[in-house]
């Protein structure tokens, strides 16, 4: 089992940077990525961004490429998202998520989610 604890939602302006993070423990060793998705009111959840874990390779949805970064830190069991430049359309629900080396990938961890709003 592996368990994920989101932090560092907020409220903020237009223009404004957050950072959130994400701790993991248990199995962490089993990981094969971690990702961040997001899910506004009444839409669908989406994909942000993703850390292959022991590579530590990133790779990121079109929209927020050049504006979010993923980073992570394998000793301490922390995965990062650096989010700048927020927009209004950047409010949602943000959840990491464990995915496995499998094609289709599985996700079987979450977290609970930190809430993100940005309004001016």
């Known amino acids: 089992q592996v368990q994920l604890v989101e932090s560092g939602g907020g409220s903020v302006q237009p223009g404004d940077s957050l950072r959130l993070s994400c701790a993991a423990s248990?199995?962490?060793?089993?990981?094969?990525?971690l990702e961040w998705f997001r899910q506004a009111p009444g839409k669908e959840r989406d994909f942000v961004a993703g850390?292959?874990?022991?590579?530590?390779?990133?790779y990121y949805a079109d929209s927020v490429k050049g504006r979010f970064a993923i980073s992570g830190d394998i000793a301490k069991n922390m995965v990062y998202l650096q989010m700048n430049s927020l927009k209004p359309e950047d409010t949602a629900v943000y959840s990491c998520?464990?995915?496995?080396?499998?094609?289709?990938?599985?996700?079987?961890?979450w977290g609970q989610g930190t809430q993100v709003t940005v309004s001016s």
């Open positions: 998520a464990s995915r496995s080396s499998s094609s289709p990938p599985r996700y079987d961890y």
């Open positions: 248990g199995r962490t060793f089993s990981m094969y990525a």
């Open positions: 850390l292959r874990w022991s590579a530590d390779l990133p």
